[in-house]
Each structure stands twice: as C-alpha cells, then as structure tokens.
C-alpha cells in the first residue's frame, strides 16, 4: 500500500516530507508501534512538520494511516519473517539467523524491481554508445565484478572518478550513453550531479540504491532498488550483487553469442596458460 501511496502524491512532497515517507517505507513492518514523536525524534523533524504530512497523503493522522495499512495488510511470508528477526539480539548470530534476514531481504527487493525493469536495463546497456560506472564506497567491489563481467561481453564500463576531477569526465558525456550509478544509504554529490546534468545533455542513467524514497530519484532513467536491512543493521551487499547478477545474464542473453565467447575464452587460456600461470 505504501509503494502505491508514494507513486500517487511523490511530485507533491516536500524534502521533508520525503524524508518521512523514505523512512515509512524502509520501516512498514515497525509503523503499528511507532509514534509521532519518535518519529519527530528519529528524522529529527518537527512535529508540526510531521503533523501537516499526514494530510498530504489523504489521511487526518498518523493513527488514520494506521489504520488504514492494518486494513489492507495480509499475513505473508516477510511479514512473519520480519517478526522473527526481531529476536537477533537474543538468539545470536546463525547460519540459519542469515538465511531468514537474506530472504527478507530478496523478498522485499522483487517486491519493487520487476523482471522488466532488468530486461529494459539489459536493453540500455546493449544499445548505449559507450557505458560509464560510478561506483564509490561499499559499491567499488560491485562496480568491479560488473566491470570484469560486462567486459566478456564486449561491454567496456568507463569508470568515472570521484571529487572535482569528475567534471574532466562529464564533458565527455553525450546523448546515447549511459551511466551506472550506485548510491547506498544516500545519494553522494556526483550522483546529484550527473543525474542532474543527465536531463540537460540526455544521456541516461541507472541507479543502483537501497533508497526508496527520495526527490531526486525521479532523474534517473531507472532505479534498481535493493533492500540492505534497517538503517541501524550491518548493511550486506549480498542483495545487491544477486541483482546485479540478474542484470548480467538478462544482459549475457541481449548480447546473445555467449557460448562462443565462453568457448573463445577457453581456447585463449589453453593457448597462452604456460605463459600465464596465475
């Protein structure tokens, strides 16, 4: 429901008041408990601010949307998994603790990302002129792999640097390219920015973020959300990289030729493996 809500009024939201909705939304499971003067506390918002919110959604108050998310919900399997990972602190740490946060995890991630959206960023990365990666942080061992991965399929993914040198890179930039872009738990000043020079020059550009609500979303081409758990949790990238697997097959199988490239990969390693031995 509070996907659907967010789609429905997100042009008319402040930057406050997407703040509150990003929240709500990493949160749903935990809003039958929460307050709004917690919620005041934890954003660090005014009450005033957050009292005048529940009106632009439709709803008197916080206990009105209550109620209204209690009427529509279903017990389903993440919601009984949400509730069991409430007892972590309690049980410790177990492979089978992991196994139940990760599927979670996935769950609530394809509760968004939809099989088309990775067919149409298959389709970007097939049809783009040349293909740039900006991948800073906990994102730099993903960009990597997608580098490495991509290459075998004739797809060179151009990084592009960090801080002021960044702008040597954008005048470069031309309708007909494309940008990877990874932004977890908040979108740093190089995405802002090529995102906003994106809608001047008219590249495009794929966000990869666990961010599910923020103004600046709407810029990008296509956003590839993951859920990485709550804002306090050790953030895995285990979810990310399983949707970035996805996108490389889906992307193996656009190119098409990837049995011959694998077949040309081996008969390259058995040619030269007495000069190569790592």
Known sequence: MLNELYESCKENLSKSDHKIFGYLLEHEQEIQAITAEELSQRLGISTATISRFWSKLGFKNLKDLKRALYNSQAATPFSRMNAALSQWQESGISPDMLLHRLSAQI???????????????????????????????????????????????????????????????????????????????????????????????????????????????????????????????YHSVVVPMMLLDLLIMKTSQAVGGGLEKAQKLQELRGRYSGMLKR
């Open 107 to 233: 769950e609530r991630t394809f509760q968004v990302v939809k099989p088309e959206q990775l067919d149409q960023a298959a389709r970007m990365l097939t049809q783009a002129i040349h293909v740039y990666l900006f991948a800073p942080d906990v994102s730099c061992g993903l960009g990597s792999i997608a580098a490495y991965r991509m290459l075998r399929l004739g797809i060179r993914l151009i990084p592009l640097p960090s801080g002021s040198q960044i702008y040597d890179a954008m005048i470069n930039l031309k309708r007909g390219d494309l940008i990877l872009l990874f932004g977890y738990s908040r979108l740093l000043t190089e995405v802002q920015i090529l995102l906003s020079y994106s809608q001047e020059i008219g590249y495009k550009t794929i966000l990869f973020t666990d961010l599910l609500a923020n103004d600046l979303l709407s810029q990008a081409d296509l956003v590839l959300y993951s859920c990485r758990g709550e804002p306090n949790d």
